[in-house]
Nanobody, 121 residues
Framework: QVRLVESGGGLVQPGGSLRLSCAVP????????IGWFRQSPGKQREGVAR???????RYTDSVEGRFTISKNAVERTVTLQMDHLKLDDTAVYYC???????????????WGQGTQVNVSS
């Protein structure tokens, strides 16, 4: 099964920044919707941001204005720049690829292994 590979998680204080990167297979980088999702203990996996094949971006309300998703098709990477981080942003972050413009994790069929983001003072 083709998988994506995340990197860049870690520990950061509230108000700080982190940059997550997702390595995307060549077959998907220009064809698929690439999304970032997150899941914290006891909660459902939720969509955070996604980028369409033609580069349009979508964000969930809680991260709008703080997170930025971008794509580099040459390097086959999708990046999530996270600024002004809050305690509630603590979660395992996953990138995923799918064929539909949706924030529903169920419609994304290729996933990475996840990277932990901890926001703590």
């Amino acid at each position: 099964q083709v998988r994506l590979v995340e990197s860049g998680g870690g520990l950061v204080q509230p108000g700080g920044s982190l940059r997550l990167s997702c390595a995307v297979p060549t077959s998907m980088i220009n064809r698929d919707f690439i999304g970032w999702f997150r899941q914290s203990p006891g909660k459902q996996r939720e969509g955070v941001a996604r980028i369409t094949p033609n580069g349009r971006t979508r964000y969930t309300d809680s991260v709008e204005g703080r997170f930025t998703i971008s794509k580099n098709a040459v390097e086959r990477t999708v990046t999530l720049q996270m600024d002004h981080l809050k305690l509630d942003d603590t979660a395992v972050y996953y990138c995923a690829a799918g064929r539909f413009d949706s924030d529903n994790p169920a419609v994304f069929n290729s996933w990475g292994q996840g990277t932990q983001v901890n926001v703590s003072s």
